[in-house]
Each structure stands twice: as structure tokens, then as C-alpha cells.
């Protein structure tokens, strides 16, 4: 077990203490006893799909003192036991062998394929074991469109707000250069004087809102009225939370 920090709980936690494989040669043979063809299967552990019996388990508890307890308590660690499992592939299981076939003299051996394809040794007949590749590889496709049709959908959202903006920014740019030209137009008219304290939207009434929080002085208050919701600095373009009349004396 072992100690979480972040729940405060004893975790139960298993890990290999000891580890031993034994192998030894063995043949394949038809279901029929009058059929003298052997197969030899070479690395069997290598196989996929390879379902062993478990013939031997037994656990043994761990007798701790009080010293081993404390020590626990500071390690973040306590044993439970030791559990000790003998698995093994018991003489006349049934088994169904895909993998390449080479012949060695006189003996046919079945081997892991060199090209990287899978190799099964499964208790499973052919049909039930090909129905079960067909099932995983189906499950694989559908995920994977899925994972397409996400990621596609992902990437329109983007490009689409990605459009939005720019064509956010290009009409602003297009209106500050409009109020650009007028300004212009008015400071040959009219003079300087008129054009500091004119609504940057109308160019025509007298600036008279203080928008907060940004604290631009541009807009009138007919133009504040008429600005789209939610109202947004002309200048700026940040939220205004509230206005604050402009007098002049």
C-alpha cells in the first residue's frame, strides 16, 4: 500500500518483486489422432492473445513490529504481502496459431513473422479470433473519425473566429481612417479648434462622455445612445461599464 498525499488514504499498490519464465519446446497437432503432422511453435511468449492457467497462487502475509511501522509511516510505503502466482500452458489446450510457417529440415516451426505482423497463439478457434482483429480494427476506424470529424470541426471554429476578427480589425482600421479624412476635411474648414472638441462618430456635436473604464472623451451622448450593444469604445474598443457627462465652461 501505499501512502496519498493528496487524500490522505492508504492506495493499494502492486508491483513485481520477482519475475521467472521457463519455457520448453512443444508441438501442435491436429484435433484428429490418426494425423501425424507436427507443428513446432518457436517463442511462444511472444505471441499475443496467449492465455496462460494459473495452477499455483498463494499470499503471504507480512508480520510487521512496531519499528516496521513507524518506518512505514515515514516511507510512505506498507506492505500488505506477498503474492506468489505460477501460471503455465497446460498439455492438450486447445490452440489456434497464426504466424509464418517455415519448413527446417523435416520439421514445420511456427515463428513470429519477420515483416512485423502480429502472431497469436489464442484458445479461441479461427472465426471467434478473426471476428475479435475485424471488432478492435472497426472500433479503431470509428475513433478515428470521430477524432476527425473533432478535429475538424475544432479547426472551423478557429478559422472562422480567426476570420471574424480580421474583419473586425480591417473595419475599424477602415473607420479610423474615415474619421481620419474627416478630421481632415475639418481642420481646412472649420479650423483646430472646433475639430478638438467634435464626436469622433457624428464630427458634428460637441463631445460630452467620459467612457469608464478606459477614460477616452470622443463621443456625444446621441452617438453613445447609438452605439450597438454591448457598447464598446469607439476608440479603444474596450467595454464600457459606465459614462460620466463632460461639461465644458
Known amino acids: 500500500m ?16 520477482h519475475q521467472r519464465t521457463n519455457t520448453t519446446p512443444f508441438d501442435l497437432v491436429p484435433a484428429e489422432d490418426s494425423a501425424s503432422v507436427t507443428v513446432r511453435v518457436m517463442k511462444p511468449l511472444d505471441a499475443a492473445e496467449l492465455s496462460l492457467e494459473t495452477v499455483y497462487e498463494k499470499f503471504h502475509p507480512s508480520v510487521q513490529s512496531f519499528t516496521d511501522v513507524i518506518g512505514h509511516y515515514i516511507s510512505g510505503e506498507r506492505p500488505k504481502g506477498i503474492q506468489e502466482t505460477e501460471q503455465m500452458l497446460k498439455v492438450g489446450t486447445a490452440l489456434t496459431g497464426v504466424g509464418e510457417l517455415v519448413l527446417d529440415n523435416a520439421t514445420i516451426k511456427l515463428q513470429p513473422p519477420k515483416q512485423g505482423m ?21 472500433f479503431w476506424k470509428i475513433l478515428t473519425v470521430v477524432f476527425g470529424f473533432a478535429t475538424c470541426a475544432v479547426l472551423f471554429f478557429l478559422l472562422r473566429k480567426q476570420y471574424r476578427h480580421h474583419r473586425e480589425r480591417q473595419h475599424l ?10 478630421q481632415e476635411r475639418l481642420m481646412n474648414t472649420e479650423g483646430g479648434e472646433t475639430l478638438k472638441n467634435a464626436c469622433v462618430v457624428c464630427l458634428s456635436s460637441t463631445k460630452s462622455c467620459v467612457f469608464l473604464e478606459c ?13 450597438p450593444e454591448p457598447k464598446k469604445c469607439p476608440i479603444c474598443r ?12
Not at 501505499?2 to 518483486?17: A, F, G, Q, S
Not at 482600421?173 to 474627416?182: D, G, I, K, T, V
Not at 474596450?238 to 465652461?249: A, D, E, F, M
Open 215 to 227: 477614460g477616452h472623451v470622443c463621443s456625444c451622448h446621441e452617438c453613445y445612445q447609438a452605439l
Open 118 to 138: 502480429p502472431y497469436y497463439l489464442s484458445t479461441l478457434d479461427f472465426e471467434s479470433l478473426l471476428q475479435k482483429q475485424e471488432s478492435s480494427v472497426r
Open 2 to 17: 501505499v501512502w496519498n498525499r493528496t487524500t490522505h488514504l492508504w492506495n493499494d499498490y502492486e508491483k513485481i518483486i
Open 238 to 249: 474596450q467595454g464600457i461599464t459606465r459614462v460620466v457627462p463632460l461639461y465644458n465652461s
Open 173 to 182: 482600421r477602415q473607420m479610423q481612417e474615415e474619421f481620419r479624412q474627416a
